[in-house]
């Protein structure tokens, strides 16, 4: 199979759901039903749901199997140590405990760590990471390398920590923990490096403040540095994934992500009494320690994940299609992030829709359209997500992007081939798409909720 130029699918499809065709008009009338908000569309009026990559992937055979095998004792289940060997496999912490996803796991470290006047940085916060920092009075900042920021940059670590402004806030602020994520999500599913991992690690020692990894997308991020990173070429991914959990003191976790669950989450940590602390919070909300909100089944499906994400071949499917995808559109004429991301092409709307200022959200306007056009459902990335500060004011976000995330395992290079007929005739007739305006919206997280009206 060397031989030939063309990566297959690594897997067969064994079982499938139907996809629903709809016409343009009925989907103008979901539009208005749904106050033009992609998150509040049914999913049967979506024909390519590219809204997340999170719990929407598709399990293995093997996954399946191991559902069948969940044990849903209260307490000391076999899924749980199962669940927590596989973690430890890849992320040796001392302490490892399970929570519904990701934010959960946030919420009970945060409510530890945060608090008013404190500061914690980040590559870049996602929406709800930086939700849950702010929820405790605390200041969530990016810091995020000025090539991060910059569409067209092709620096093959877009994710990295800017050094010198984590070491101006470790000098000034009040900093509980620092925070990297990998790959950076809002920033285009960029790597971060090695290299720069070791160097946050250096300031955390200096400063005497514990690293942890927002490690979604760790087996995306591996891959990245065995191809880019110098003198990594050689080496096994889980190698990698040990190296980078060796810089940290701990890690909050969406088992929705990489590790192949539809649900399933972690707080994995070495400091001991800390993990106490978060244990009993854990009781309070999630559930008993061994296992956090979650079925026993879900803890096999999770542990079964991780052995298979780690694959090679896997991985290379998998950021070799995503990269088909931005490849094509960079090809069209379409501004897309670049490199291309692990699991996502994020459209620049800013630059496509030049005459649609930040404030009337380019990004909700590109993601409508294709909707409309094509029936796919995206993610505004942008003003929508990042333009309500703490405070109350708005401001334009740094960057207006459309996120396409790639469900794992799901869909079919011909399911790909016709995003990227769409996104190129949107992208043909993007002069005619207008602003648009927030109807309203909560005080939180308002791009979940909020209702939209054309200009
Ligand atoms: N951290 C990052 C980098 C994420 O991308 C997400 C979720 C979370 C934390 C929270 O995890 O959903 O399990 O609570 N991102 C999803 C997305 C929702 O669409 O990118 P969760």
Redesign the pocket.
Known sequence: MERFRTIIEPFRIHSVEPIRMTTREERGRHLEEAGSNLFRLHADHVAIDL?????TGAMSAEQWAGVQRGDESYAGSPSFYRFEAAVKELFPFRHVIPTH??????RILFSQLGGEGKTVPNNSH????RANVEFTGAAAVDLLIADGLDPSSEHPFKGNMDLDRLEQVLETDDVPVVFV?VT???GGGQPVSLENLRGVRALCDRFGVPLFL?A??FAENAWFVKQREPGQGERAIPDIVREMASYADGM?M????DPLGNI??WLALDDDALAERCRTMLILTEGFPTYGGLAGRDLEAIAQGLREVVDEDYLRYRIKSTAYLGDALHAAGVPVVRPIGG?AVFLDARALLPHVPPLEYPGQALAVALYREGAIRS?EIGTVMFGRRADGTEEPAPMDLV?L?IPRRTYTQSHVDYVIEVVAWVAEHAGELGGMRIVDEPPQLRHFTASFAPL
């Open positions: 809204l997340t990559d999170s719990g996803q990701g934010r959960a796991a946030e996602f929406d709800t990471t994520t950076n999500n809002s927002d979604c997308r909050t969406s088992a929705k992500k399933g989450g699991h993610c996120r995330a």
